[in-house]
């Protein structure tokens, strides 16, 4: 995890080296705006990084959802030999390029780099032996000016859960940090569930059971344990996971409109897009057209009668 450290660090680094050309040290409204900033971009470097790998994954789960008929034909062909099952849905998974592990990838490489940025902000105190301010990449007055960096006067070291010590040693007046804190973990919550419901609604509410679980997991398990982890997140994670859900909103918007999701019309996809608050794809009317010819029985009952 060593490499991994002092990737974030430099990358964090840069950008705070390149925002402390425009504003120097100096900070407004209790904020060291160099530093929170190099957080912001931080993020926004590792998702321009991702943002390839997401549209392959958008691309993947459109192929998946068009598959979804001749998978469940698989399965109902085979539900009784799971080999010959497996290797039908790789062969076609194969053949149509389709990938259903994509869709995990992008969380996949971000959980190093939100690791990697938690450690760091955990190290920033200012007792820190001098040997160890120098770990992955800092100089000691890289390690001082971090350690001592602000939001709105509570340092982004420090935790909603952060002690009366460990607020001592960082400077920072204990209700500055509980409400700057409480308000992001809030905001961190709310843009994770909008972040979830929008996907969801865009691509659809899965038919299969399970799938459905998991996307309920995702829309209402995530939010409600970041309740819990949020307490003890840095604030400067906290910055981090809030503007990753914005940039993920912003970005799901432009590429679902890029690539929307197949429709479809039927009564029981329908059904469970109301149900979960979807909005159904419009059903085929059954109807004749105003205009329309008669149909060769209609004619037929006609010359009948």
Known sequence: MAVVYGAISAVLLFWHGAWQMLFGDAAALGTDWAWVLGIVFLVLTVRGVLFPVYVRQIKSQRAMQALQPRIREIQERHKDDRETMQKELLELYRTEKANPLM?????????????????????????????M??????????????????????PIAASLRSGAQELSLLGADGTTVRIVAALLIVTMIATTYLSSRQMILRTGWAE????????????????????????????GVVIYWVTTNLFSLAQQTWVLRKYPPPTSGTPKATAAARRDGGTPAPARSLAPKVGAKPTTARRGASRGR
Do not use: C, N
């Not at 869709?103 to 105190?125: A, E, N, S």
């Not at 301010?133 to 509570?154: I, R």
């Not at 299969?208 to 997140?233: C, K, N």
């Open 133 to 154: 301010k120098t770990l992955y990449g800092w100089t000691v007055t890289q390690f001082d000016s971090a350690s001592s960096a602000t939001l709105f006067g509570a």
């Open 103 to 131: 869709g995990f990838l992008p969380m996949l490489v971000q959980i190093p780099v939100f690791l990697g940025l938690f450690h760091v902000l955990r190290h920033l105190k200012p007792t820190m032996p001098e040997h």
């Open 208 to 235: 299969d059971p399970p799938q459905r679980m998991v996307q309920r997991l995702m829309l209402y398990g995530i939010p409600f344990s970041l309740l819990v982890s949020g307490l003890i997140f840095p604030i």
